[in-house]
């Protein structure tokens, strides 16, 4: 029963990983330019 689960696991770990990579990503790069604009 662990062998099975474990991939699901780590595949869940490492989607919620890169979806926080993406998120970061996506805030550094177009809502944190968009915000110094504002600022401007």
Known sequence: MLIPSAPLFVRTIISYLTHSLYTDFCFFFFI?????????
């Open 32 to 40: 944190k330019p968009m915000l110094s604009v504002v600022a401007l």
